[in-house]
Every structure is written in C-alpha cells, then in structure tokens.
C-alpha cells in the first residue's frame, strides 16, 4: 500500500518533519494505477477512537501540496472531537485528482478497500467534492464508512447540524462581547451561502439580525435576498463593513495580515474551516484590534457529532442538536478562559482538546 519510492519522490525528507511537527501517528499512500486512484489517508490521533475524517477530492497543485493539506486537515480533527466530547480521534483522507471527471464505481470501490485495510483505525465520510452515492460505493467495500444517505440508515447531510452549532457558538461569543446573546439588530456579515451558510441565515432571520450576505455565486445571492431580506455585498466589500459580526463560511486563512486591519466587527463566528491563516499571528493580531473570535473547529463540529451519532448506530438527528447546543457553553468557557489567561482564544481551544486526550488517554491506560 504503501509507495515508498514515490513518498520518497514527492515530497523528499520533510515528509516525517511534518509528521513529527504535528503529532501524527500514521500516513498511508493509496496508488492503483488500473482506476488511477492516487490518495493519502492521515491517521493524525487515536487516543479517544478510531480517526473518523472526511475524504476530500481536488485536483491539488502538486502532491506535496496534497500533504500538506492532509496533516493539516487530519489534525484539525482530532482537536474537533476532542473538545466536542466525542471518542473519536482525529484523520482525514485526500483523492488528488479531478472530481468532474475520474470518479467511477471502480476508483470509489478501491478508495474503500484501501481504507478498509486499515481495519477501523480510519473511519471515512464526506468533504468536498463527495457525496452520499461515494460513500455508498466505498461502503460496498468497508464498513468503515459514514455519511450514509438517510434511507441507508445514515445521518444524511450534515450541514443544518454544522450550521445550528456555528449559531450556538456565535451565540455564544455575542453573550461574551455585548453581555446578551440576543442576536436581535446585530449587522452579520455572511461570507458564503452554501449548504452551511445558508442555514445559518435561516436562525439569524428568526432572531432578526441585519445580514449581509456575500459569495461567487449570483444566483444563490438572487435568491436568498429574496426570500431573507438579506443585503448583498461584494466579495471584497465584506471586509470593510461596518458590522457588529463577520462569519466565515466560505473558505479558509480569511484571517490574515490582508484582512485583519479591516475588519470594524467586534466578533468572528463563522463556520470555515482554517480561518486564521497564521493560529498565533493572527489570533494575537485579533486580540490586539479587540475582535473576539469564537475558534473555528468548536463551532463548526455540529458535522462531526452528526457523523459520530450515525457511526454509534440507530442515528438520531434530535440527539445530533442536543449535542451541537452544548458548543454554547463549551465557546463560552473557552472564551472566558482565553481572556483570564491573555492567550488568544484558538490556542485555548488546542490546549483544551489535548488535555482531554492526555486525561482519557491516561484512563485508558489505567487498570
Ligand atoms: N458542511 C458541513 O457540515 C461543514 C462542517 C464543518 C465545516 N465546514 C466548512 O464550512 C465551510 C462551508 O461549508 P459548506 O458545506 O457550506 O460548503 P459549500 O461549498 O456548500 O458552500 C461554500 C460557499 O462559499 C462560496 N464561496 C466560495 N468562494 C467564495 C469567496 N471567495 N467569497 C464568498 N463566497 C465564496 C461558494 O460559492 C459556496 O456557495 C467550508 O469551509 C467547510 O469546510 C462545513
């Protein structure tokens, strides 16, 4: 499974430096060359359960660009469930290649006798550019699989799941920086209505904020002004808005050195993951200008307590809210904390999560 001449090829001695710098256990490099699948499954964390990660397919620049991506993302999920609650540790898998166009029963049949052989220590699910009927191909070879349509027994899309917690955590975040969580008359600023982003407005039109909405898409804009009374702004306009709240929920590092000195909002709650481009930089960078910020992996993890209640069996979407709500008091303690101690709120957030794995990862080793 593994290609050792090809890991050695690509991405030369950095590969173990970038393993040891960010704590990962296992890195597995799947090659078939009849199907053409070429894909890195990163196992970053098992202390708490087997790494349950999505499988995201993109035509990457490079492979050492796929890597990259791989560890960065797989670690994020260990620190996603860890602070969630979840025993679940951290992975994510990457399929280089085109979406559109190299996607057939036979490479999805293969990705999954590749995660299979990982006998559980990988568990699989959507991310970008996959869908249901993927997982349904993968699963015919592994068990090892969720994001199930509903009709398999699966928990089905997961975004009003994510977007419900996003709304906790900006709740949240709103009870720390004005001293109410009421939303009422709040100008939000949403960057990205997709499937996330769009549920997200639906809560904040119910509690009847001033949304501003943004994304590439002109016809999805069109369509939600017209039926929210949501204003839209330009891609680039968004950053000078004079708002009370700016949320993410279109790509990642919109943190950043660019981005930061323009901000007038007093919070960021967005759902995006990898919103800070720089964690320490441009989580200090936000202290300095006075901006909270609600950690991207706690509040967008309503996805992955949906996939963790479909992995448990007999999935219950109830129980997949009920568990997205505790992100309120979970950002709200983070927050208090980050603050009491002068650390950006993100570092709090990390530190959180690896002391929950160090602790469980103790008992478990107790007798
Ligand atoms: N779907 C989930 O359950 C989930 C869970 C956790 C994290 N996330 C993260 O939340 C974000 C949104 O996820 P999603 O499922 O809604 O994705 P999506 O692809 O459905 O939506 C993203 C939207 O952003 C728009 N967009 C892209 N580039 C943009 C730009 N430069 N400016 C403005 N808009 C732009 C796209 O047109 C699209 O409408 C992603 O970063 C994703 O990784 C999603």
Excluded at 52 to 81: C, F, H, I
Excluded at 215 to 239: F, P, W
Excluded at 310 to 330: S, W
């Amino acid at each position: 499974m593994m290609q050792i001449n090809e890991l050695e090829q690509v991405a030369g001695a950095s590969v173990f430096e970038g393993l040891a710098k960010l704590g990962h256990e296992q890195v597995v490099f799947c090659h078939d060359e009849p199907t053409g699948l070429k894909a890195i499954i990163a196992v970053h964390n098992t202390v708490l359960g087997p790494a349950l990660g999505g499988t995201r397919m993109w035509n990457y620049a490079s492979e050492q660009e796929a890597l990259k991506d791989v560890l960065r993302l797989s670690r994020g999920m260990t620190y996603k469930s860890a602070i969630t609650g979840l025993n679940l540790g951290g992975g994510k898998a990457v399929i280089i290649g085109d979406a559109t166009t190299m996607k057939t029963e036979a490479f999805m049949r293969r990705f999954g006798k590749f995660v299979n052989s990982l006998n559980g220590k990988y568990v699989t699910a959507e991310d970008v550019n996959m869908k249901t009927r993927d997982m349904e191909l993968i699963g015919m070879e592994t068990k090892h699989v969720t994001g199930l349509p509903e009709t398999m027994g699966g928990g089905g899309d997961p975004s009003p799941v994510t977007a419900y917690g996003v709304y906790m955590g900006m709740k949240a975040t709103a009870k720390k920086v004005f001293g109410t969580d009421s939303l009422t008359g709040k100008k939000i600023a949403v960057q990205g209505v997709g499937q996330v982003g769009m549920y997200l407005v639906d809560h904040l039109v119910k509690e009847n904020a001033e949304i501003f909405i943004t994304d590439i898409n002109e016809d999805k804009l069109k369509q939600l002004s017209a039926t929210t009374g949501a204003k839209v702004v330009g891609m680039d306009e968004i950053y000078d808005l004079d708002i009370d709240i700016y949320a993410p929920c279109a790509l990642g590092a919109t943190l950043n050195d660019k981005t930061i000195d323009r901000l007038k909002c007093a919070m960021v709650a967005g759902a995006a993951n990898n919103q800070l481009e720089d964690e320490n930089k441009h989580g200090r960078k936000l202290i300095d200008k006075g901006i909270a910020y609600a950690p991207d992996f706690l509040i967008n993890a309503g996805g992955i307590i949906n996939v963790y209640e479909e992995y448990l069996g007999n999935y219950n979407r109830q129980r997949a809210y009920d568990m997205a709500e505790n992100i309120y008091d979970t950002c709200l303690n983070i927050l208090i904390e980050a603050e009491n101690e002068g650390i950006p709120s993100q570092e709090a957030a990390i530190r959180a999560a690896e002391k929950r794995i160090a602790d469980i990862g103790k008992v478990k080793l107790s007798r």
